[in-house]
C-alpha cells in the first residue's frame, strides 16, 4: 500500500520562550538536550522531537479504519503514544516502548508487531519537566490545568504528557471491532462502545496536546488514554480524579504524518466541517457532563459482538440478587477471593454477591425448598459471569509460569493442556446468566456436605459419575444432581457442582456487566 508522508517543523519558537519554559531552566539544558536528542537519532532514522501521526483524524471519523502501518514500524517512531487498530478494535495505548490494545471487554493485552494502525500519534518521550498533580476532582479540571500550563508554555507547540499514580477514580470507553462497510465513527459510538468505571486504580494516563491550527488534522486540545500498571485495565479517558500522581512533560515542535493510500482516503470529501463530530467522538459532550458519560447513558443497554461473533450485551435488566431470590441460600463468591485456581481476585467481581436471570433464580428458589425439607440449604460458589473475568481466565491461563495454586486445583496437570482440555475457553455459559456452581450445606451438622471433591478441582475426580469415591460422597452428589434436575436444570458431565437452566431464557448471549448490587438495583 502506499503510503504518502507530510513533514512539518515548527520554526517559530523563539530563543526568549525558549529560555522561559518552565522546568527548561537554562539554555545550557535546551542545548545538552538537543545534543542527546542527536545522538539517540543516531540510533534510528527518525527524529525524537517530533510528533508522528498515522492519517487525520478526520478520516477516522469518515470511517476509515484500514490499517496503513504496522505496530513494528510505530514502534520505529516513538515510545509513547495513543491511537486505534485495524476495524477500530480497541483503544491503543503506548508506554515505555509497548503497544496495548484496551478492548471492548475491558481487557487489555499486548499487541504483536504484525498488527496494523489506522490512526494514531507517537513520539520519543524525552522528559523536560516533572511536577506533582493534586486535588483534580474532575477530567475538565485536570484539563484546565493542562491548558494553562500550555499556555504558559507556549500554545502552538506540541505536548505529550504522562501521568503516573492512583486514581481515585477512571472512567474510560472502549469500542467494538468494526466490520465493512465501515460506519462513521460518531454512528459506530452511538451502538458499538462499552464503558468502564474504576476507583482507587493504580496506572498511567498518556496524554497528547494539539495546537488549536491542528483542527483539519487532529482533535485539537488534550486526548487522554489510561492504561493500568498490571496492564489488565485501560480505554479512552472520559473522566477521572486525582488526589495524587507525578505528571511529566515532554515539549515537542516537530510533525510528521503519514497520509493513507487507499481508495476509501482518497475519496473523502476532507473539506467538510467536522468539528461537531469529532467533538462528540474526543469529548462525549453528548453525554451530558463534558468528559463523562451520564447516568442514563452508562446504563444504556447495548448489544454488540465480539470479533468471533459472539453476541454480548451489557443489559442487567433481567437480572436478580441470589440473596433475595433464594434468601436461605449460603454465599461463598470464590473470585471475589483469592482462593480459586487464579490466586487473585477476578475481573469483574466487585462485590461478594451472585446474580442470576429471573428464570434461574425463580427455579433454584423451588431447588432451595425442596433440599430446606431435607434438612439441607445451597451454598453458592459462582452464578453470573462477567466476560471479563472470563478474559482473565484466558490470560492467566496463557500465563504457563503462574502456578501458584496449582497443588490446590490442577496438581494432576500440566498447566499448558488447559485449553486443550476444555477447562479454559474464550466464552463461558456462566456469562449467559443461569449457571450456578454449588453444593450442599448440612443444616443438622452445621458444615458443607461431603462431596468426595472440592469446588473447581481440574481432572476426573470432579466428574459427577466417578466411582472411587465413598458410596456416601457419591450419594451426596446425587442428592444436589437429582433436586437440581427435578426443576428444570442440566448437569455438566465434568463438573458435579455446575448445573444450567435447561431452556436459559439468553443461550446465545453473554453478558458484560460486573458482579455488584449495583448492577441490579440500578434497573
Not at 539517540?40 to 483524524?57: C, G, K, M
Not at 497520509?259 to 451530558?288: H, R, T, Y
Not at 437440581?484 to 435447561?502: I, Q, S, V
Amino acid at each position: 500500500m502506499k503510503k504518502h508522508s507530510l513533514r512539518i517543523k515548527a520554526a517559530a519558537v523563539s530563543l526568549s520562550m525558549l529560555l522561559a519554559l518552565t522546568g527548561c531552566g537554562s539554555k545550557e539544558k535546551q542545548e545538552d538536550k538537543k545534543e542527546e536528542s542527536t545522538e539517540a537519532a543516531a540510533e534510528t532514522q527518525y527524529d525524537r522531537e517530533t510528533i508522528y501521526q498515522v492519517s487525520l483524524l478526520q478520516g477516522l471519523t469518515l470511517g476509515d479504519y484500514n490499517g496503513s502501518i504496522t505496530v513494528g514500524e510505530l514502534k520505529e517512531r516513538g515510545d509513547i503514544g495513543i491511537g486505534t487498530f485495524n476495524r477500530l478494535n480497541g483503544e491503543l495505548i503506548m508506554v515505555d516502548g509497548k503497544v496495548y490494545r484496551a478492548a471492548s471487554d475491558g481487557s487489555v493485552e499486548e499487541v504483536p508487531d504484525d498488527e496494523t494502525i489506522p490512526f494514531s500519534n507517537v513520539t520519543f518521550f524525552d522528559q523536560d519537566e516533572k511536577a506533582k498533580l493534586e486535588g483534580i476532582g474532575d477530567v475538565a479540571g485536570l484539563q484546565a490545568e493542562l491548558d494553562q500550563k500550555a499556555k504558559e508554555l507556549g500554545a502552538n507547540r506540541f505536548y505529550f504528557i504522562r501521568i503516573d499514580g492512583t486514581f481515585k477514580e477512571m472512567h474510560v470507553r472502549s469500542e467494538y471491532a468494526q466490520e465493512e462497510p465501515y460506519k462513521p465513527l460518531a454512528e459506530v459510538l452511538e451502538t458499538d462502545q462499552t464503558f468502564f468505571d474504576y476507583e482507587n486504580i493504580n496506572g498511567t494516563v498518556v496524554g497528547l496536546y494539539c495546537p488549536a491550527y491542528m483542527d483539519k488534522m487532529n482533535a485539537t486540545g488534550w486526548h487522554l488514554h489510561f492504561v493500568s500498571e498490571d496492564k489488565t485495565k485501560g480505554g479512552h479517558v472520559l473522566g477521572l480524579s486525582i488526589d495524587s500522581a507525578d505528571i511529566a512533560w515532554d515539549y515537542t515542535d516537530g510533525f510528521e504524518m503519514i497520509i493513507p493510500g487507499n481508495e476509501m482516503f482518497d475519496g473523502f470529501d476532507l473539506a467538510m466541517d467536522q468539528s461537531e463530530d469529532i467533538q462528540k467522538v474526543e469529548k462525549n459532550e453528548d453525554a451530558g457532563e463534558k468528559g463523562s458519560p451520564t447516568d442514563a447513558e452508562s446504563n444504556q443497554p447495548e448489544i454488540t459482538y465480539a470479533e468471533d461473533g459472539t453476541k454480548l450485551s451489557n443489559d442487567s435488566s433481567d437480572f436478580v440478587l441470589l440473596s433475595d431470590a433464594v434468601p436461605d441460600a449460603i454465599l461463598e463468591i470464590r473470585y471475589y477471593s483469592t482462593y480459586n485456581f487464579v490466586g487473585d481476585r477476578v475481573d469483574g467481581y466487585e462485590e461478594p454477591v451472585a446474580l442470576l436471570t429471573k428464570e434461574a433464580a425463580a427455579r433454584l428458589k423451588e431447588v432451595s425448598d425442596e433440599l430446606r425439607e431435607k434438612g439441607y440449604r445451597l451454598k453458592i460458589f459462582d452464578a453470573y459471569r462477567p466476560q471479563m473475568a472470563v478474559n482473565h481466565f484466558v490470560r492467566w491461563a496463557e500465563d504457563i509460569d503462574d502456578t501458584q495454586m496449582k497443588e490446590y486445583f490442577y496438581p494432576e496437570l500440566d498447566k499448558s493442556v488447559l485449553f486443550e482440555q476444555g477447562y479454559i475457553d474464550a466464552h463461558s455459559g456462566h456469562s449467559r446468566g443461569s449457571t450456578v456452581d454449588l453444593t450442599l450445606f448440612d443444616m443438622k451438622l452445621e458444615k458443607e456436605v461431603d462431596m468426595g471433591g472440592t469446588f473447581d478441582y481440574f481432572g476426573e475426580l470432579s466428574h459427577p459419575d466417578y466411582t472411587e469415591i465413598t458410596e456416601e460422597q457419591y450419594n451426596n452428589r446425587m442428592i444436589l444432581r437429582e433436586a437440581m434436575l427435578n426443576h428444570g436444570f442440566k448437569p455438566l458431565a465434568e463438573e458435579w457442582w455446575h448445573f444450567t437452566l435447561k431452556e436459559e431464557p439468553y443461550p446465545d448471549t453473554y453478558f458484560t456487566f460486573p458482579v455488584s448490587e449495583d448492577s441490579v438495583e440500578a434497573e
